[in-house]
């Protein structure tokens, strides 16, 4: 897996391309408390159009990224559409610059009723 990191004045975001699995998992679990320590209050987002699969440990831990207030962010078209549909992504609405942007349903991608 290939992970990004773009950092900007008012956000930081982490852009993941590939399988999020096995040796993938801890290291951009580790490049995220890495970042968070030294945010300051600048929004995070993680991109995930570029992810083709995810095990469970993944999902656990983009779980945890949402959950200390990490965004979910896909581009459309995403690679990985299978495996985005399969977590529950839906269709929202259209981003700026014209393209489509995918937002993510947390509680359909984690399987919690909202």
Do not use: H
């Not at 008012?10 to 040796?23: I, P, T």
């Not at 951009?28 to 995070?44: F, H, P, Y």
């Not at 979910?72 to 981003?95: F, K, N, Q, T, W």
């Amino acid at each position: 897996m290939e992970i990004y990191l773009n950092d900007s004045v008012k956000r930081f975001e982490f852009v993941l391309k590939g399988d999020l699995a096995d040796g993938a998992v801890p290291s951009l679990e580790q490049a995220w408390l890495t970042a968070t320590s030294i945010l300051r209050g600048k929004d995070v987002s993680v991109e995930v159009s570029g992810l083709t699969a995810a095990d469970e440990a993944g999902v656990r831990l983009l779980y945890r990224m949402t959950a200390s207030g990490a965004r979910l962010r896909v581009a459309s078209p995403p690679e990985s559409e299978e495996l985005l549909r399969s977590l529950g992504i839906v269709l929202a609405a259209p981003a700026r610059r014209g393209k489509a942007t995918l937002l993510v349903s947390l509680g359909r991608l984690f399987g919690l009723s909202a």
